[in-house]
Structures are given as C-alpha cells and as structure tokens.
C-alpha cells in the first residue's frame, strides 16, 4: 500500500477560481467536516493525483443518485457543494483509493469548465455571513440541548461529540457539524448546505433533530415493550413489531391489519356454528402474528377465505307446490314416470315435514336414457342450485375429502367446492357415473362416499382441508350409473336405486318430436318453417339407422338431417324441407339397420335369445350345428364361465333325455357338436342364455326351426326346470324394438312385467314356463 505524507494545516487561503470536481453519492461534505472516502473510478483517481500534486484542493459535489453510476454528467449533481482539502490520501492498488477529506466551505458552479477526463468547474464562493443575537442563542442551545438526547440515546455516536457541538460558538458550524452527524437522507442533507441564511438553517436542522429524537425515543420505547421477549429468533419479530409501532404513530394505515378487520367482520357477521367459529377466530389470530410474506400467510388467508364464503346457513327456499313442479318434470321430461313419482313424493313428504333429510336417489339405466338432465329439471322442479362432478375415473380419496393443509397447494375435495360454487347448503347435488370410480394406492375413493351419501352420518361431513364438520344433510344427491354391480356393496346400499330403462319406440317417436328435433333446429340456425319430419320419417330414423336404448344416437342422426337441410337453404337451392322416408337416405345415406332375423332363424340351429347390456337389452343369436367326431362339445364367440357352463348343462340334459327328444343314443358317440355366438369381439356371460342355447342343440339335432318371431330368456337346470334371470324389461324393450311378437321367458319372471308400458306388453305374446318340455313344445316347429 502506498501512502502519500499527511498535508499540513490549511491556511484561509484564496479558494481557486476553478477546482476539479469529485462527484459524490450518497454522502455530503460540509465545510470544516472532516469526511473519510474510498475511490474507485478510474476518472476520480486521476483528479486526486493531479490534485496531490498541487494544493490538494478539490470540489465536492454530491450527486442526486443514491446508487454509484460509472460515468455522471453535469445534470446529475447538485449547483451547491464544498470545498475540501485532501487530509491523507492512500493508495490500495492502480484503482481503489482511501481519502480523508476535510471541508473548507461552500461554492456554487457557475459553469463546467471540461467534463474529461473529470469534471473541472468555474465556482463562485458562498460566504456565510451572520451576527449573532438572542434568537440565534436561542436556537443554537436549543438544538445542542436536543442533540445532547440524541446522543444518549444513539448507539452509534460517541459521548464525545456532544461535548463537542456543546463548545462551538460559530452557529453556521453548529448547524453543519450536527447535519453530517445525524440519521437523514442525501437530500435533506443537501438541502441544509444549500440553506445560507444562518437563522433558517438553523431551524430547519432543528426539525431534522427533533425527527430523529422522536425515532430514538419511539424505538426505545418499543425496545422497552419487547425487551421481556427478544432472543435470536425474534430479531425479525422485533423489527416488525419496531416498524408497526412506527406505522401507528405516524397514523400511516397497515393493509394487512385492514384484510384482518374484514375477516374478523365476516366471521362475527356470518353466524357460524360454534365450532367452525372458533376454529376460524383461532386462525385469524395465528394470522395477526405472521408477515404476509410468509408462505404460512398465504395458507392461513386461503384457509379463511373458504371458510367465510361456504354457505353454512344459506340455502335455497323449495319449492312445495307439487303441480308446478310436475309441470316443470314433464316439460323437460317425457316418460320416467318412476322418478318423477318419487321426487314429487319427497317435495310432498318435505311440505308435511320440513325436517325431513334429502333423499341419497340412485339412476341406473343405459347411456343416453336422460339420467343426468333429469337432475337438472329435478333441480328446477325443487327451486335448487344444480352441481354436478363427475366421478368418472377418480382414483383419488382426497378429490372427494380434500387434502390436509400440510400439503402444498392443498384445497377442498370436490363435494366442499361444489358446496361453494352453489353458494347455497341445500342444491340438488349430482355425482355422475358413480359406477366408474376407481381405487388405487392414493386410497379408494368410493370408501370416502359412504359418509357423504349416508343420512345418518353426512350432518358432520369433516373435509380434511377444512377439519370442521359441514352439515350434508340438506342436500340431495342423485347419482348415476350404468350397471350397479362395480358399485361396492356398502355403498350400494345407501342409495335408493331408480331404474331408467330404455325407451320405446312410441316414447321415442314423441320424444324425438317434442324435444329433439326443435333443439337441433336451432342449434343448426333453422325455424320451424324451413325443415319439417313425417312421422315415417322419424320412424325410419329411428329403425333403420339406430339401435340403441337411449337416445343419443337419434338426436345425432336429427341433427345429421338438419345441417344437410341447412346447407341447402344456405346455398339458396330451397327454401323449406320436408324430410321423408323417400328422400331421407340423402342426408343419412342407405338404411345402416335391416331385420335379419326371420332369414337367419329359418335354419334348424338358429334361435334367438334375449341379453342385458350396459346399453339396455339386446337380442342374441345362438347357433348350433354337428358334424362327425367323437362327442366333444365346441363353444365360440368369446363366452364367459358361466355360459359355457349353461351349455355344457344344456347338453348334458338332452343327453340323458334323448328318447323322448327324439334322439338315438348312439348319436352323441358319432357326433361333435359346435355352439356359436356371434359378434365374437365381444365378451358374453352370464346364465340367461341357457334355454336358447338349450333350444339351438335339440333345433340343429332333430332338424326343426324355431317361430320367425320368437325369442327367449331364462337359466336352465340339469332336470330341465327353467329358472328366473334379470333385466326382464330392458330385454322386453329390445324384443319389441327389434319387431318380435313372441317371447318365451321364466314364469317366476312375470311380476316383472309390472314395469314395461302397456302397448309393449299388448304388442307381444308372452309364455311363462318352468320347465325346458314347454319351452321345446313352443318354440320349435317342423
């Protein structure tokens, strides 16, 4: 390190005409004060270089920049800065010098004389004159008394100093030496140099005094409160504690103690129930003790958010007039009479006893039967809010219960947010495709739905996000399904189930009418005056292109007709349509759908049977044929366990009664026998197929053929008693459908006929049965 020797004592000497300037920042020279600095701009090294080497008197100027630029201009420092003697001056390395500097007096630039490479300016001196009488007494021991406390008080600034500024007699000096001593910023300081008149300059610094005192004594104060509870860790606690003390003085508002005030409002406002009001206030006070940069903060303020905005005691008003609500059902719906009778029972029984908990109601039916709009016109009937979620390939129990507030980004499970999005506790709540909820190591979320959907349990429904309880008990849940046998059991049997079986043809014919042709005619921008169907044109839709349960396919194949109608309007080729059978297979192209049946039935070995699908019922053929072998018994067609156990059943029941079939003993020995079931790609199963099956055999063995118009159902025994088997209607449905006007089925499956509309069950002749002899006597014919 190299060191210049320390200049001798200033003399009051003439203060050069022009001086290189030395840009400060974020520090002011005052004159008499001595300043020590540390350079590092290149520039800056050279004007003190120059400057040693002469009279060592250089120009101080601050900056009006708090932060150190590289390179300043003339516009960034302040006209009104001090002259300063170099003290001492060493040397770190080529760039970095230690200065200490000590003021002279001030000077005002009259103009910049050369900006490289460092400022050079023409200044003119600015004399502090003044004549000290009592004010000026006044205001100088008035300040050093304030100073005095100051000090004390200061950590910072040695005893010494106030003795110091105690035996100052040159007020200009006194005003100057405590400026530079006290916590101000840059531009209060600057603004005190550049105040000449004595008087006011010392006034002004007196208001800087008495700022800072009253800083000093506020923070000792504070320190005072918390002392009692100040460690390592509370260092940052203090700070705020310093800081809102601060605040509260200067009256200054703290957002956040006005975000608290409005949760405090909300929570006293909303009437919450006793538990959840406690754990709320509990949280709000946790929250009043955290910064709101932490990431707790955050959690808390969500925390509360949702607490406040569920609706725990709003709900909606039902509505109890039961003719307006079965008008609004047959508005929206045609047929279902089951479920429309059981929502008006329960709006009947509610209007008795309004006490009464919601109903947990199960639609189970084929896709497209209308099960999830009738919870929306099921809503309307009531006067609720509608939610609906869909469970469809949940696998996890936190979407249902919500994830526990330790986890990052943790919210509601799907019941609590549906609550919310309602805004009312009481809405008609769907869970849609509740026999597709899946289970996996994240847990099972259809064990999580057996609180929800129990009447007994869901008043204290506990969200893991929320850990209060939430009364579930107002809403009623409808959920849907196709089949219920992927429902657990114990789920299953919360739920008051609600079949939807297909439509018939009439049903659709009307549906398609009054409802689906008007809604796909304004989707596809067209009135009522450009398109209109025949009713053989509806019924052609309806047979010739969809076989379905539902109705979804039929709307599709509406709407099909009516962009094709709309395309020609558009084009202005015609302006109105009348869609017929003759012209229909323009739009839809050939008839997709033709009876086969009474062909593929006319060869012995070829009968038809009647399955339950997940999209209804549905009609089967069994095909049997032999050939020569050795007796075995071949089965195709992608059969499950049970069906070919009905067949293996079936054959042995026509062997051992072979005699009065009609049937040498011998044959079975000589013989293989091949059992088919088309449309092999997809899986069959199940024990109704027995008597069809059993029919085929004995068809294919004596050469007889079975009515063109009949088909069957039930299981089978090996004494030939013919059992009863499930999914009467939905099969009875697809008979009629399909244009079958016989069907032979178990005599213990009559009372299920209860169900199927009155013009299927006069459309068709049924023969109950018991044992397999009548259903031969029957079925086959020569």
Same mark, same amino acid.
């Given at each position: 390190?190299?060191?210049?020797?320390?200049?001798?004592?200033?003399? =009051?000497?003439?203060?050069?005409?022009?001086?290189?300037?030395?840009?400060?920042?974020?520090?002011?020279?005052?004159?008499?004060?001595?300043?020590?600095?540390?350079?590092?701009?290149?520039?800056?090294?050279?004007?003190?270089?120059?400057?040693?080497?002469?009279?060592?008197?250089?120009?101080?100027?601050?900056?009006?920049?708090?932060?150190?630029?590289?390179?300043?201009?003339?516009?960034?420092?302040?006209?009104?800065?001090?002259?300063?003697?170099?003290?001492?001056?060493?040397?770190?390395?080529?760039?970095?010098?230690?200065?200490?500097?000590?003021?002279?007096?001030?000077?005002?630039? #009259?103009?910049?004389?050369?900006?490289?490479?460092?400022?050079?300016?023409?200044?003119?001196?600015?004399?502090?004159?003044? $004549?000290?009488?009592?004010?000026?007494?006044?205001?100088?021991?008035?300040?050093?008394?304030?100073?005095?406390?100051?000090?004390?008080?200061?950590?910072?600034?040695?005893?010494?100093?106030?003795?110091?500024?105690?035996?100052?007699?040159?007020?200009?000096?006194?005003?100057?030496?405590?400026?530079?001593?006290?916590?101000?910023?840059?531009?209060?300081?600057?603004?005190?140099?550049?105040?000449?008149?004595?008087?006011?300059?010392? =006034?002004?610094?007196?208001? %800087?005094?008495?700022?800072?005192?009253?800083?000093?004594?506020?923070?000792?104060?504070?320190?005072?409160?918390?002392?009692?509870?100040?460690?390592?860790?509370?260092?940052?606690?203090?700070?705020?504690?310093?800081?809102?003390?601060?605040?509260?003085?200067?009256?200054?508002?703290?957002?956040?103690?006005?975000?608290?005030?409005?949760?405090?409002?909300?929570?006293?406002?909303?009437?919450?129930?006793?538990?959840?009001?406690?754990?709320?206030?509990?949280?709000?006070?946790?929250?009043?003790?955290?910064?709101?940069?932490?990431?707790?903060?955050?959690?808390?303020?969500?925390?509360?958010?949702?607490?406040?905005?569920?609706?725990?005691?709003?709900?909606?008003?039902? =509505?109890?007039?039961?003719?307006?609500?079965?008008?609004?059902?047959?508005?929206?719906?045609?047929?279902?009479?089951?479920?429309?009778?059981?929502?008006?029972?329960?709006?009947?029984?509610?209007?008795?006893?309004?006490?009464?908990?919601?109903?947990?109601?199960?639609?189970?039916?084929?896709?497209?039967?209308?099960?999830?709009?009738? &919870?929306?016109?099921?809503?309307?009937?009531?006067?609720?809010?509608?939610?609906?979620?869909?469970? &469809?390939?949940?696998?996890?129990?936190?979407?249902?219960?919500?994830?526990?507030?330790?986890?990052?980004?943790?919210?509601?499970?799907?019941?609590?947010?549906?609550?919310?999005?309602?805004?009312?506790?009481?809405?008609?709540?769907?869970?849609?495709?509740?026999?597709?909820?899946?289970?996996?190591?994240?847990?099972?979320?259809?064990?999580?739905?057996?609180?929800?959907?129990?009447?007994?349990?869901?008043?204290?429904? *506990?969200?893991?996000?929320?850990?209060?309880?939430?009364?579930?008990?107002?809403?009623?849940?409808?959920?849907?399904?196709?089949?219920?046998?992927?429902?657990?059991?114990?789920?299953?049997?919360?739920?008051?189930?609600?079949?939807?079986?297909?439509?018939?043809?009439?049903?659709?014919?009307?549906?398609?009418?009054?409802?689906?042709?008007?809604?796909?005619?304004?989707?596809?921008?067209?009135?009522?005056?450009?398109?209109?169907? $025949?009713?053989?044109?509806?019924?052609?839709?309806?047979?010739?292109?969809?076989?379905?349960?539902?109705?979804?396919?039929?709307?599709?194949?509406?709407?099909?007709?009516?962009?094709?109608?709309?395309? #020609?309007?558009?084009?202005?080729?015609?302006?109105?349509?009348?869609?017929?059978?003759?012209?229909?297979?323009?739009?839809?192209?050939?008839?997709?759908?033709?009876?086969?049946?009474?062909?593929?039935?006319?060869?012995?070995?070829?009968? %038809?049977?009647?399955?339950?699908?997940?999209?209804?019922?549905?009609?089967?053929?069994?095909?049997?044929?032999?050939?020569? &072998?050795?007796?075995?018994?071949?089965?195709?067609?992608?059969?499950?366990?049970?069906?070919?156990?009905?067949?293996?059943? /079936?054959? #042995?029941?026509?062997?051992?009664?072979?005699?009065?079939?009609?049937?040498?003993?011998?044959?079975?020995?000589?013989?293989?026998?091949?059992?088919?079931?088309?449309?092999?790609?997809?899986?069959?199963?199940?024990?109704?197929?027995?008597?069809?099956?059993?029919? /085929?055999?004995?068809?294919?063995?004596?050469?007889?053929?079975?009515?063109?118009?009949?088909?069957?159902?039930?299981?089978?025994?090996?004494?030939?008693?013919?059992?009863?088997?499930?999914?009467?209607?939905?099969?009875?449905?697809?008979?009629?459908?399909? &244009?079958?006007?016989?069907?032979?089925?178990?005599?213990?499956? *009559?009372?299920?006929?209860?169900?199927?509309?009155?013009?299927?069950?006069?459309?068709?002749?049924?023969?109950?049965?018991?044992?397999?002899?009548?259903?031969?006597?029957?079925?086959?014919?020569?």
């Amino acid at each position: 390190m190299n060191q210049e020797p320390q200049s001798e004592s200033f003399s =009051n000497g003439k203060i050069p005409e022009i001086l290189p300037i030395l840009p400060l920042f974020d520090v002011v020279m005052f004159p008499k004060m001595v300043l020590p600095l540390i350079v590092l701009q290149k520039e800056s090294i050279q004007l003190i270089d120059e400057a040693m080497s002469k009279n060592r008197i250089i120009g101080t100027v601050a900056s009006k920049f708090t932060d150190p630029k590289t390179q300043y201009t003339s516009e960034d420092l302040y006209t009104i800065g001090s002259s300063a003697v170099i003290l001492k001056m060493a040397k770190v390395d080529e760039d970095k010098a230690q200065l200490l500097l000590q003021g002279i007096g001030r000077f005002k630039i #009259s103009d910049y004389t050369s900006e490289k490479p460092y400022f050079q300016a023409r200044i003119k001196e600015i004399k502090s004159q003044w $004549t000290k009488d009592k004010e000026i007494e006044a205001l100088m021991a008035n300040l050093i008394n304030q100073y005095q406390r100051i000090v004390e008080l200061s950590t910072g600034l040695p005893p010494e100093i106030a003795s110091m500024a105690k035996s100052l007699d040159e007020p200009d000096i006194l005003a100057d030496m405590i400026t530079s001593t006290i916590n101000s910023t840059t531009s209060e300081k600057q603004e005190i140099l550049e105040t000449i008149d004595i008087k006011e300059r010392l =006034n002004k610094v007196t208001k %800087m005094v008495y700022y800072q005192l009253e800083i000093l004594e506020m923070g000792k104060k504070i320190q005072t409160q918390v002392k009692g509870d100040m460690d390592k860790q509370q260092r940052e606690y203090y700070l705020r504690q310093q800081l809102k003390a601060i605040r509260d003085e200067l009256g200054e508002t703290d957002e956040t103690n006005v975000e608290l005030e409005e949760y405090r409002t909300k929570i006293s406002e909303k009437q919450l129930p006793e538990v959840v009001k406690k754990e709320a206030e509990r949280e709000l006070n946790r929250l009043s003790k955290m910064h709101s940069s932490s990431a707790e903060y955050t959690v808390a303020l969500t925390y509360l958010d949702w607490i406040t905005e569920l609706p725990w005691n709003e709900g909606s008003e039902d =509505n109890l007039d039961l003719v307006k609500a079965q008008k609004i059902l047959d508005s929206d719906h045609y047929g279902l009479d089951k479920a429309k009778k059981r929502i008006l029972e329960y709006l009947a029984v509610r209007k008795l006893n309004p006490d009464i908990k919601g109903p947990i109601l199960c639609l189970v039916g084929p896709p497209g039967t209308g099960k999830t709009s009738l &919870g929306h016109s099921i809503a309307n009937a009531l006067g609720r809010k509608f939610i609906r979620i869909a469970l &469809g390939g949940i696998r996890d129990e936190a979407e249902i219960r919500g994830h526990r507030r330790t986890y990052v980004g943790a919210l509601p499970g799907r019941i609590i947010q549906g609550i919310r999005r309602a805004g009312s506790n009481n809405p008609v709540f769907m869970l849609d495709e509740i026999d597709k909820v899946g289970s996996d190591f994240r847990g099972d979320p259809s064990s999580a739905l057996l609180e929800v959907l129990d009447p007994e349990q869901n008043f204290s429904f *506990e969200d893991h996000y929320l850990d209060v309880p939430f009364d579930l008990s107002q809403v009623m849940f409808i959920t849907t399904a196709n089949i219920l046998d992927t429902i657990p059991p114990a789920l299953r049997d919360r739920m008051e189930v609600l079949r939807l079986s297909g439509y018939t043809l009439e049903e659709k014919m009307k549906i398609a009418t009054r409802y689906l042709i008007p809604r796909q005619r304004e989707a596809n921008g067209l009135k009522a005056e450009h398109i209109s169907f $025949t009713k053989g044109a509806i019924n052609q839709i309806i047979t010739g292109y969809t076989l379905e349960a539902g109705l979804r396919n039929l709307e599709r194949e509406i709407g099909n007709v009516c962009r094709g109608v709309a395309a #020609s309007i558009a084009k202005d080729e015609k302006e109105s349509v009348t869609v017929n059978t003759k012209n229909l297979s323009k739009y839809l192209g050939p008839v997709l759908i033709s009876n086969e049946m009474k062909k593929r039935v006319a060869t012995p070995g070829v009968v %038809m049977g009647l399955a339950w699908t997940e999209a209804g019922g549905d009609i089967l053929f069994i095909e049997a044929t032999t050939m020569r &072998g050795n007796g075995r018994l071949t089965l195709t067609g992608q059969l499950g366990d049970v069906m070919k156990e009905s067949a293996t059943a /079936a054959l #042995s029941y026509i062997r051992s009664n072979s005699a009065s079939i009609g049937i040498e003993d011998d044959y079975f020995q000589t013989h293989d026998i091949h059992i088919h079931i088309p449309a092999g790609a997809i899986p069959k199963d199940g024990p109704s197929a027995g008597v069809t099956m059993l029919t /085929a055999i004995v068809s294919v063995l004596t050469g007889a053929t079975t009515h063109k118009d009949l088909a069957m159902t039930g299981e089978i025994t090996l004494r030939g008693k013919v059992l009863p088997v499930g999914g009467i209607k939905e099969k009875v449905l697809a008979a009629h459908r399909s &244009g079958i006007k016989t069907i032979i089925m178990p005599k213990l499956c *009559e009372k299920d006929l209860l169900d199927v509309p009155k013009n299927v069950k006069t459309a068709i002749k049924f023969h109950f049965v018991d044992s397999m002899t009548d259903v031969l006597k029957i079925a086959l014919t020569k």
